[in-house]
């Protein structure tokens, strides 16, 4: 069983930068990426980010390349993922989410284990 809990989110103007936060505890024997996905109300899960833990190698979908940066600290078992040039669309719940991904580093189905979520508001 793991553990995810996101801090971070908040209320920031367009242009504006934010930094979440996804505090990981358990067993992380099985977890070999963990990733930051965002969903608006009435719409689909969206990937944003994902890093595998043991090498730190990013991946970003073509569209977010540039404004977003995933990282993490193994050594606290903590993924980063900071937002610069915020913009209006950005708004979302942001989740973290870990697991054993074999195929789709930002398919939603690969990842058994999830935070609550913090909310990012971009006005």
């Known amino acids: 069983q793991v553990q995810l809990v996101e801090s971070g989110g908040g209320y920031v103007q367009a242009g504006g930068s934010l930094r979440l936060s996804c505090a990981a505890s358990?067993?992380?024997?099985?977890?070999?990426?963990m990733a930051w996905f965002r969903q608006v109300t009435g719409k689909e899960r969206e990937g944003v980010a994902a890093?595998?833990?043991?090498?730190?190698?990013?991946y970003y979908p073509m569209n977010k390349k540039g404004r977003f940066t995933i990282s993490h600290d193994n050594a606290m078992n903590t993924v980063y993922l900071q937002m610069d040039s915020l913009k209006a669309e950005d708004t979302a719940m942001y989740y973290c989410a870990a697991g054993f991904v074999r195929l789709d580093l930002l398919g939603d189905y690969e990842y058994e284990n999830w935070g609550q979520g913090t909310q990012v508001t971009v006005s």
């Open positions: 890093i595998y833990r043991n090498s730190g190698l990013p």
């Open positions: 358990g067993d992380l024997n099985s977890v070999n990426v």
